[in-house]
């Protein structure tokens, strides 16, 4: 072979090889992205913005069946397992969360505070199966460490909370009694005819920007002081406040 | 060309001259016009002493770094192999030079140590420099020890060191105002013209508690109390950051926090501390160091095992027996 | 060139070459062992090592509450170096001197290889010599896919808010990104050019135990497929340093890390042992320590801080890997361990770790220097007294990375003061350098650009390095971009640039083929240039606030991250230059290479190219040190036999 065609073989052969070694590391293994939500599409501007989303157990599917997660609803009804929404800036959102997961003490009870939403409350209503047991009740503060008793549907601990920490968000999520015999065992979503607490809290959305967003509950299983798994991957128990100037 | 001919020493004397004039005028420069801006800023004793002994850093080892680098481009260009020039000269007077092997180790050895004679020096009397010095530090301002214990109070007006515990936890740094109940809070607000003295501490993995304008770093290791001093100059805004890998949201661990005058700071302390009194009861009581584990919010993965801890009960210094 | 005729020394004793003997010869072709079989070893027992795994832990409560084995994985990971190590046949002689089985001894072996062909860089075998280029291939591997995980963390950077990859698997990418590289550095000249070169600078036909030499590269392979295989695992988030009880809590990805470390440790071992005995005991006569060439004397220092400081790492390692399959407690502090136990055990290791790295870069410096300028190296002794006083020191520095830690307070003065007085030596090579540039004549080769460098980079790195040990100034300075920017002066400034003069010095004697000049500027100018430019401005960044390790940064910080990352891009456009040189010059377009292109009066130049299998063909007796340039009437470095003697100089030289 002369040597300009041994040149052109080597330089086709070097960026393949370039190519094929990107795509391995890049293309397999880390990726780039995550999923994510958009909820401006379908938005009025000055209109607030209405985020349902859920708190379960296990995922039940995945690559990680077992890790605790959120879902969220979709614009469109559906559920999905993504973590980042999409939001428009200086907008009042009304979050619901459906929370369907038992629960325990907070590594840092002061998580067990409302803080940085409207009236610094949430409201709940309990729900053993269909039937409401407890609530609408504005609820500023659970204790995680409370004893547990059938009686109260908020003693049962904090399932889960959801937080922003720069933007100074924090609400405790009650955890439904771990004794039941009717909790939620099926991959999420959920349905509302198992134990479920449904809490509801506004906040306003700051400028345009990436909040991250997380829970303070140890509820990684498995792992040491219950922040792997789950707590530490995206898509499961943290994900980003997307705003964006609509 | 013939070298041969030229004064030996004429090529050592250019290139002096040069480093003289270039690092005077650039040392100079420096001090005056860029060494007053360099961070971490004056809004407390330890960042306004951090941009100084940065400084005098600087101007020392800028003719260090000018001294080698004239050296290598004069030696780049005169010495480089070219038509006409002459031959180096090999054999014992190339191989060492007793002055210039003396010269070097004696003014390299006497400026590190130097350094380090003034580094130990601003330690001491800076109160350890902002840097965390462990549970037990060996240079704190006076009334640091008084400020820890249970029955130490802060006003506007008595002039005594405050103690904020800083709380590090994945992934929020929280924070502890003991001479005010021990309510907890998301913002770190300090009064200035105080001494502070920082207690870090975490609640699960190694974090670093870094205030950049307070010119405070400090880790939070878990059990440990780990105190930094310094003491507020001006008002203002600090960052606060980790700078210590601590998982997923390491890179969104931070925070603002406010310097305010002492009377607003008081204000704040004192109002917080009544609206968080419910709060402030459900936490565990005050203490250097937490154990959530012994609470069980310990996700579990040593199940089955007789909790260790150091402490009988959550949060309390108490020794177990 | 003077010629003197010798006694005939070809009796005394190993003075004659080894003969390849033939019967049991092993062999060869695709049913005998190299490099297919030890791949299918692994798959083998990387499955089997994992079904153990599931069987003795697949019911542990933490096992079904994660959906994660960490059993499994170190069991599997384990027993595929194991099936590597097998498969490539490197465990056929320990295993036949155990079962009292007589085998090749290493001459044998090395005869055997050399009549193999190419087909020996695929085994396992012990001529230092191939093992050299085997390691010159491994370490670029684990360069060129450290090198693109680092472009991945700089487009990460690129814009504050819009994240390409999101935050745990940036914290992959960039805990994959500073492993990988560490582990390719430890090895980078020690594996390449010190198994390499050292026999022949010391004028032995092998190194003191070419088994374990073998062994090392092909445990360094087994390395570099443990670390890698933490990316389907799903990666480690606790960055190269590994920091407790993150690791105890981190994913399946943290065994790859912390096995790793301790598979490539004991790849780190047995080259630095071998390479230390080698030194010791198997140099030729009149080879006396002041005649030691002066990359040799790094190479000894090297090999002494990877004997001694190694183990602490394996041991810190080991009980990482106890504290997450046998949940034992090493690490955690609430169940009765210390977070501050990894930071020590690391950080003893670590601190040594880098001078690992440093000194083999100043020993190529050292040597190269007096080939370009054609002036002995300048204060021999103190250069080599420094190497030596910096590893002795090195061992005595490591708290500087833990100042803000909460450690005694009382112990920040005394290791500010140790890691200052560190410094001292570590300047010495300035002086080296200085010393011999003065008043020379120089040739300004590729590899001596890449000294050039060595030196602005070094420096650079190097007086950083007083204001981080500085501890009123590590306040504001530890764990953000400006140590970041340090240790990527020193190592990445400092080493790899002495790699390269090492690689485009020594590759037309390994070859026979010389590498292209004019690539070889374009390569280092591009490299240098777009080096300064990546990594300068960091040392702003860091001091205007941004921690290390973090995806999101403050807005004001944006134009300075953007303008590294362009930079880092260019850089690693250079890296792929290099590439394009190595495959132009050994493949596509081949000069052949004079036997000493250079005109160096070191003894590995005094050889034919290609170098016999058995080095030389008599035990050379050695004159004196290889530095004499432009000395008239200078004896010859060594008496290489009967016919000639050669590396005598002359003042035209």
Known sequence: MSVRARAAVGVVGLFAAAGLAIWILFGLFLTTGYPSVDF??????????????????????????????????????????????????????????????????????FWGSVQGVTNNAATVTSFAGSHQIGGPTSVSLIDSNATQSDSEPLSNGVGHTFAVPT?????????????????????????????????????????????????????????????????????????FLNVVNQ | ??????????????????????????????????????????????????????????????????????????????????EGAPEPVGGEVARTNSHAQVLWITITSF??????????????????????????????????????????????????????????????????????????????????????????????????????????????????????????????????????????????????????????????????????????????????????????????????????????????????? | MTTTALPDTSGQGSGAAPVAKSPRQRRSGLFSQHLGTAIIGAVIGYFVGHWLGNVIAGGYTYVQNSG????????????????????????????????????RNAEEMEAWSASLGWQRYFRYTADHKVVGMQYVVGVLLFMFTGGLLAMAIRAELLNPNYHLFGPGRYIEIVSEHGTVMMMMATSIIVGPLGNWLVPLMIGSRRTAYPHVEAFSFWVFTAGYMVIFSALPYGGFPTGWTGYAPLQTQAGAGMISYLLGFAVIGIGMMAAGFNLLVTIISYRAPGMTWSRLPIFVWAILATCALLTLATPTLFAAGLFGILDRTAQTAFYVAEHGGSSYLWQNLFWFFGHPEVYIMALPGFGIVGELLPVFTRKPLFAYKVAAAGMM???????????????????????RPLFMLTTELISIPTGFIFLVGMGTLYKAKIRFEVPMLFCMAVFFNFLIGGVTGVFLSDVPVNVTVHGGFFVLSHFHYTIMGGLLFAFMAGLYYWLPKMTGRMMNKKIGIWHFWTMFIFFNLTFFPMF??????????????????????????????????????????????????????????????????????????????????????????????????????????????????
Request: net charge negative.
């Open chain 2, 1 to 82: 060309m013939a070298e041969s001919s030229e004064n030996p020493v004429h090529h050592l004397r250019r290139m002096f001259v040069l480093w003289l004039v270039l690092s005077l005028v650039v040392d100079v420069l420096f001090w005056f016009l860029v060494g007053p801006h360099v961070p971490p800023g004056h809004m407390t004793e330890t960042a306004k002493d951090n941009q100084q002994v940065f400084n005098v850093l600087f101007v020392i080892a800028l003719p260090v770094l000018l001294g080698v680098w004239i050296y290598l481009g004069y030696s780049a260009i005169v010495w480089r192999d070219r």
């Open chain 2, 111 to 321: 400026i590190v140590i130097c350094l380090a004679a003034y580094g130990t020096i601003d330690l001491i009397s800076h109160n350890g420099a902002g840097g965390g010095q462990g549970p037990n530090p060996a240079w704190a301002p006076a009334g640091a020890a008084a400020a820890t214990q249970p029955n130490a109070v802060w006003t506007a007006t008595n002039n005594s060191v405050l103690p904020v515990q800083v709380i590090a936890q994945q992934w929020k740094f929280t924070y502890r105002y003991p001479t005010f109940g021990g309510f907890e809070s998301q913002h770190l607000i300090l009064p200035n013209n105080t001494e502070i003295a920082f207690h870090v501490t975490s609640l699960d993995v190694i974090h670093s508690f870094w205030g950049y304008q307070l010119g405070v770093k400090a880790d939070a290791n878990p059990q440990i109390d780990n105190v930094a001093f310094t003491k507020t100059i001006q008002t203002g805004t600090t960052w606060i950051r980790c700078s210590e890998l601590c998982g997923i949201w390491h890179g969104s661990m931070w925070n603002t926090g406010t310097v305010e005058s002492k009377q607003q700071f008081e204000q704040w302390a004192t109002t917080t501390e009544t609206a968080q009194a419910a709060a402030t009861k459900l936490l565990p009581p005050f203490a250097w160091t937490y154990v959530p584990d012994a609470n069980g919010a310990d996700g579990g993965y040593y199940p089955g095992v007789d909790q260790y801890s150091p402490t009988e009960v959550y949060g309390s210094t108490k020794a177990a027996s």
């Open chain 1, 40 to 109: 401006t599409k379908s938005h009025t501007a000055g209109q607030p913005v209405d985020l349902t989303v859920q708190t379960v157990g296990a995922i039940g599917y995945g690559p990680h069946p077992t890790w605790v997660s959120y879902v969220v609803k979709q614009p469109n009804g559906t559920w999905i397992q993504a973590s980042t929404w999409t939001l428009p800036a200086h907008t009042l959102v009304h979050m619901t969360i459906y929370q369907y997961d038992s629960g325990g003490p907070l590594r840092n009870q």
């Open chain 3, 389 to 411: 006083g910096v590893a002795l020191l090195s061992f005595f520095v490591w708290q500087h990375h833990l100042f803000q830690s909460g450690i005694n307070p009382d112990m």
């Open chain 3, 540 to 653: 702003l960044i860091g001091l205007l606030g941004q921690p290390r390790r973090v995806f999101q940064y403050a807005q004001n910080l944006q134009t300075l991250n953007e303008f590294s990352s362009m930079a880092a891009f260019c850089l690693g456009l250079s890296f792929l230059l290099f590439a394009w040189n190595l495959l132009y010059s050994m493949f596509i377009k081949v000069e052949v290479a004079p036997a000493n292109p250079w005109n160096s009066l070191g003894l590995e130049w005094q050889t034919p190219t290609p170098v016999p299998y058995y080095n030389f063909e008599r035990i050379p007796v050695i004159l004196t040190d290889p530095y004499h340039y432009s000395e008239d009437g200078a004896p010859a470095v060594a008496d290489l036999g009967v016919r000639v003697s050669a590396g005598a100089s002359t003042a035209a030289t």
């Open chain 3, 68 to 103: 994660e084995n960490a059993v499994a994985n170190t069991l599997g990971l384990a027993f595929m170096v194991f099936g590597w190590l097998a498969g490539v046949g490197a465990l056929n002689y320990p295993f036949a001197k155990i079962i009292g089985k007589s085998s």
């Open chain 1, 167 to 239: 933007l100074g968000i924090a609400v405790p999520l009650p955890a439904v009694n771990g004794n039941s015999s009717n909790q939620c065992s099926t991959s999420a979503p959920c349905p509302t005819t198992v134990d479920h607490n449904v809490v509801k809290f506004s906040f306003e959305t700051p400028g345009p920007g990436n909040y991250p967003w997380q829970c303070f509950v140890p509820c990684g299983l498995g792992y040491l002081f219950g922040n792997g798994g789950g707590m530490g991957t995206i898509n499961y128990m943290g994900g």
